[in-house]
Every structure is written in structure tokens, then in C-alpha cells.
């Protein structure tokens, strides 16, 4: 599926903005690209690992939360740091808004139970959530 997300955004066949993360394979070291959908709230930028055992999470955990995050054609070097359950359950409880195509597919995939904040939110500590800083 990213895959195609990224031949689309390439061909410029999607109809909006799709931030694109790179990141170094954990054991290749090959640049990985994975499309991502950004949240904000408070002026702080977070993404989701809507499936836990994504590669693209591990890759990251793996540099350190080191990567690079291309948003409208620019590339921003960015570190992701994770949150704890406590402070990842609020943002989830709001991804049902900021997402509910994601959701649906991570209710789909098993995942979570419901597109509910509630049902978001108890996935607090399964999903990892990632705080996005600008890397100096």
C-alpha cells in the first residue's frame, strides 16, 4: 500500500499532501521511505505507528528517532521521540479526526477494536506515538 502512495504522489495523482518519512533500515542502512499522516495539537507535530509492528517504527527506534521528513517538496532532518501511554492517550484519543480513513484500517487490520476516541485511546502503549522535533 505505500508503495502505491508513493507512485501516486510521484505522478502527481493525489488530491492532497502526503508527508513522507525517511529513515535508515535497521539493518541495511538503505533509506526507507514511508508515507505518514502528521497530526498537530498545541503547536506540536505527532505521528502514530497505527500498526505496531511496522517497520518503519522499529527503523526509527533503531536511528535513534533520527530522520528526515519530507512535507510539501522539503526535506526537514526531524527526531521522533516516543511518548509514554499516559501522554500518547490523549493524542490517540483525537486520531479518529485527524485520520478516520487510518482508523478504519487499523479497525480493519485488528488492530483496535473501534474508530472510537475511546477505543483509540486504550491503545495507548500498543500504537507507539511520536513526537516530531525539527533536528538541529
Known sequence: MNDGLLAQQEAGELEFELPVLTVPGRRSGTPRRTPLTVGERD???FVVGGFPAADW???VRAAGGRAVLRTGGVDEPVRLVELDAAAAA??????PSVTPQGVEMMRDAGVVT????DALAAAAGICPVFRVERDA
Open 57 to 59: 517504527i522499529r527503523n
Open 114 to 117: 473501534d474508530t472510537t476516541p
Open 43 to 45: 503547536g506540536q507535530r
Open 90 to 95: 490523549p493524542l490517540l484519543r483525537e486520531w
